[in-house]
């Protein structure tokens, strides 16, 4: 893969947003089917403070990608270099117990209005950065296409 082509800044906040709003999705789906457990703590993900981390520490220059391209060895008296690729790890979004929801009777905090609610804006925030990621693609096959005429 040519370095700089997928990971570029932008492409990078866009998927680590997906794969957080996919976390948040689960979560709601969680809550949404302990609706009725007794004892259940509704959880949440807020990925958008980890991710703002993320891309600070990114534009602060923290978060350099070097890259060391390999030499391969012929002969055994060769000495080998390694390719080196330092890159930061992949965001993870971790659902956490949320204190939004009111406890009833029974200790389960999930609201159900609101986790609906929830679920519904999630799900567009997730279809509008597929959205753009499908945009970010087809720039790039239209780019090839036109290469080939």
């Known amino acids: ?81 390694p390719p080196i690729v330092d890159r930061p790890g992949e965001m993870r979004f971790d659902a956490a117990p949320t204190a939004d929801g009111t406890r009833r009777n029974d200790g389960n905090t999930v609201d159900i209005d609101r986790e609906m609610t929830k679920l519904a804006e999630t799900q567009i925030s997730y279809n509008a950065l597929g959205q753009v990621q499908s945009n970010r693609f087809g720039v790039l096959r239209t780019a090839i296409n036109e290469g080939r005429r």
Do not use: C, W
Not at 52 to 76: C, I, N, Q, Y
């Open 1 to 81: 893969m040519i370095p700089g082509l997928f990971d570029d800044p932008a492409g990078k906040v866009v998927r680590a947003s997906l794969t957080g709003l996919q976390a948040r999705q689960r979560a709601i789906a969680n809550n949404i089917a302990n609706v009725d457990t007794p004892g259940y703590k509704a959880l949440g993900v807020d990925f958008e403070s980890q991710l703002k981390a993320g891309v600070t520490a990114t534009a602060s220059g923290r978060a350099r990608h070097v890259f060391r391209l390999g030499l391969e060895t012929t002969d055994p008296r060769h000495i080998p270099l």
